[in-house]
Structures are given as structure tokens and as C-alpha cells.
């Protein structure tokens, strides 16, 4: 996490800087309940604006508060 959060500060950054980012961001959280999904649809967001792929959207955040109760987010 430390290479990404190093990064993303030096400008706008790209969609592979984001794409780093994102999974840092689950790997640095000790359990489902303690990722910061602000931060992680935050950044799927900026995703989104800067480029047209279709994978980008469909892969946007799964948020506990847009799961269905029982289920787990991916």
C-alpha cells in the first residue's frame, strides 16, 4: 500500500494507478467490516471518469450497504 499511496498523489492518476488502489485498499483492511468502502467507491468513481471500459463499471464496489442482507460482499 505504501508504493500506491506514494503514487497516487503525484497528479491525476491513471487507471492502472487505480486499479492498484483498489485492491490495496481490501488487503489493508483486517476484516470485510473494516475496509474503507468511502474510499474504495471513491476511487472506482475516478475509474470510471477517465476511461470508457465497460469492466470498470461492472466491477464497481460491492458495499456491505449494497449487499443483500446474507449475502457477502465480493
Known sequence: MALVAETL???MPGPYQLQ??????HDEAPSAGETDWPQITALYEVLMGITDNP????????????TPPGARPR
Do not use: F, N, V
Open 9 to 11: 498523489p503525484r497528479g
Open 20 to 25: 492498484a488502489a483498489i485492491p490495496a485498499l
Open 55 to 66: 469492466g470498470g463499471r461492472d466491477a464497481g464496489p460491492a458495499t456491505p450497504s449494497s
